[in-house]
């Protein structure tokens, strides 16, 4: 097992909960991520790019707590989880505002093929090398984090 992945150890070796997101099973799952991630950083204004990286920053330990449940004795690895939380939270910033609707509404249409094609074959549907073990309910706990942030913080409750 990798010392860096995120494993059922992780409650005791917190580093984990961050640098499970950094490390892959290769090259090619690597490369799938980093496109992953860029696109909706590419498509975010330019002044939102900060908020996105510390929304990865934050995210990636909450989400690393969401998936230890799922693990069984299996270890994560990769930052497809922080990518789908990265494509929900931009899709529907983008698909509230006017000029940028359709191409928020593409992203969020994207997303959603994508968990739901993985929810019906119990998979990843993309191709991977071997050795590369997706985790889906790091696709769908992404995103629904991603959603969760996207939220207006008037929607949330005020604390006394």
């Excluded at 961050?18 to 090619?28: C, K, P």
């Excluded at 004795?73 to 359709?102: D, H, I, M, Q, T």
């Amino acid at each position: 097992m990798n010392p860096l992945a995120l494993t059922p150890d992780a409650l005791h070796e917190p580093w984990r909960l961050w640098t499970s997101h950094g490390i892959h099973f290769g090259w090619e799952h690597g490369l799938a991520n980093v496109v992953a991630l860029a696109v909706p950083l590419l498509l975010a204004s330019r002044q939102d790019r900060r908020r996105l990286l510390l929304a990865l920053l934050a995210g990636a330990p909450v989400l690393s707590l969401l998936l230890l449940p799922s693990l069984g004795g299996a270890e994560y690895r990769g930052a497809s989880g922080l990518a789908c939380l990265l494509w929900a939270l931009v899709g529907l910033r983008l698909a509230v505002r006017g000029e940028s609707a359709p191409v928020g509404l593409l992203m969020l249409t994207g997303l959603g093929l994508k968990l739901g094609l993985e929810a019906s074959f119990g998979s990843c549907f993309l191709l991977r090398p071997d050795g590369w073990q997706p985790l889906p309910s790091a696709h769908a706990w992404g995103a629904l984090l991603g959603l969760a942030m996207a939220l207006p913080p008037r929607l949330f409750p005020r604390l006394a």
